[in-house]
């Protein structure tokens, strides 16, 4: 079935310093979406992107869709002790299902 | 903002036993779904729900669970005979119309298995 890892699992950075968090599909995606996880908390949406090559960015955070549409990005410049938590990549897993990537804890330390 | 409401926040519960876990969804979302995060671990789909019936289910979704919405407003996943496997994390979703739309998550309820 699809897979969808993420690298690096853990990232402990320090405030100011950046930080980048890798998604790749064993298969094709329509679109990626992502999600942030606070400790204790549940998903929240961040972004969704759909065309091949396409860059979004939300203010810190800059989010890359591979050309051929099988892996993504994000990025976050000069993290902040706000950005704690485990970032999800999400693909279509068939129907309206999602298939969420392995995530990447990031921890920041002042 | 609306949003994703779940009970209780925290179920324990001994094997064997039956569990219903119970969420609102979004008043106007048409999709529903249930996932499952094992401590420390990534999230799992379950199943999805439109049009008052399972749309899509995962391997873990076995005769073990299931899924109702008995009312115009709740979306219930219940797991009877429980295991302690079944210790996780379990959070219910939403979506509005039309396909990847982005997902509501409630705040998740804790089930733990005695």
């Known amino acids: 079935g699809q897979q969808v890892m993420q690298i690096p699992q853990y990232q402990h950075v320090q405030e100011g310093e950046d930080f980048t968090t890798y998604c790749n599909s064993s298969t094709t995606l329509s679109n990626i979406q992502w999600y942030k996880q606070r400790p204790g908390g549940h998903p929240v949406f961040l972004i969704q992107?759909?065309?091949?090559?396409e860059v979004k960015k939300q203010k810190r955070l800059t989010f890359q869709f591979g050309e051929a549409k099988k892996n993504s990005s994000l990025h976050i410049t000069a993290t902040q002790t706000t950005d704690v938590g485990t970032y999800f990549c999400a693909g279509p897993g068939g129907g309206n299902k999602l298939t969420f990537g392995t995530g990447t804890q990031l921890k920041v330390e002042l | 903002e609306p949003e994703v409401t779940q009970t209780p926040s925290h179920q324990v519960t001994q094997m064997g036993q039956e569990v219903i876990l119970r969420c609102v969804p979004i008043?106007?979302?048409?999709?529903f779904y249930w996932y499952r995060q094992i401590l420390g671990q990534k999230v799992e789909f379950l199943v999805s729900?439109?049009?008052?019936?399972?749309?899509?289910k995962s391997e873990i979704f076995d005769d073990q669970f299931s899924v109702e919405r008995p009312d115009g407003s709740n979306f219930t996943l219940k797991i009877r005979s429980t295991k302690l496997e079944d210790s996780a994390m379990y959070f219910c979703?939403?979506?509005?119309?039309?396909?990847?739309?982005?997902?509501?998550f409630g705040d998740g309820t804790r089930l733990s298995i005695l």
């Open positions: 992107l759909v065309k091949s090559g």
């Open positions: 729900f439109y049009n008052n019936e399972i749309s899509e």
């Open positions: 008043s106007n979302h048409l999709y």
């Open positions: 979703a939403s979506s509005g119309d039309g396909s990847n739309q982005p997902q509501h």
